[in-house]
């Protein structure tokens, strides 16, 4: 199998490290938008090299935490969450590739969640997995679930981020049999991911974005992939 793992580069709305900053409507939409574009021109250039499964980081589609902005993130969301399953679909048809593409989810009766949605060969979403140890304030917009994709690649748990603090996550994955663990991210999978990884005796594959205000340094490590030995 040929596994493509996009890490992008942040933009304002991803910069946690200014509480004070602040964003209007207009500002938000151009920034989430340039940011799906990015991914999407990624995942454009993983497919032409011919790749069975393509991974993105988490939320692509982010608007920044809530205190931040008036308006409802539910809405924020909404508005270019056509554009972005509409595009994904057409690229995975495409490239007869698999996408894997965190994002946030808009669903019914008002609710979010921190999304992992799996687009198959022929452009259809397949599966749908919604983070379930939601971080800091994701609690208060998020809601929170859990399932496992029987692929044909084997068994496939997803892990976003936080998730994959938790031993019970990749543990559960395993007693069901799972043969790979995909994990959408912000960072600091290399210490987390590698343990889950050798405590299971599974596979992990994770992608990172690269943060607006710093490099790749320290605790967040490049996209990777990890072996049931716990080596990259």
């Not at 983070?131 to 748990?157: Q, T």
């Not at 892990?159 to 994959?164: E, F, L, S, T, V």
Request: charge should be negative; aromatic fraction near 12%.
């Amino acid at each position: 199998m040929k596994l493509a793992l996009i890490q992008e580069k942040q933009n304002k709305l991803y910069s946690f490290n200014q509480p004070d900053l602040r964003f209007t409507k207009d500002q938000i939409m151009e920034l989430q938008k340039e940011m799906i574009d990015q991914n999407l021109k990624m995942m454009q250039r993983a497919i032409s090299h011919n790749v069975d499964l393509v991974l993105t980081s988490e939320a692509i589609n982010f608007v920044g935490n809530p205190y931040r902005y008036q308006e409802k993130p539910y809405d924020l969301v909404v508005s270019s969450q056509d554009y972005l399953l509409e595009a994904c679909a057409k690229l995975a048809k495409q490239g007869k590739t698999y996408l894997v593409v965190g994002m946030l989810l808009a669903k019914e009766h008002q609710q979010l969640s921190n999304s992992a949605v799996v687009f198959n060969k022929n452009g259809q979403i397949c599966f749908v997995y919604d983070k379930v140890f939601l971080a800091g304030d994701e609690n208060d917009y998020l809601r929170p679930g859990s399932h496992i994709w029987d692929s044909e690649f084997g068994k496939v748990g997803i892990a976003i981020c936080y998730d994959m603090q938790f031993p019970e996550t990749i543990r559960a994955y395993a007693k069901q049999g799972a043969d790979l663990i995909l994990c959408p991210t912000w960072g600091w999978e290399n210490i987390y991911a590698r343990c889950r990884a050798y405590e299971n005796g599974i596979y992990l594959a994770s992608a990172m974005a690269v943060p607006f205000y710093k490099d790749i340094i320290d605790l967040r490590s490049p996209s990777e992939v990890i072996g049931p030995d716990g080596q990259v």
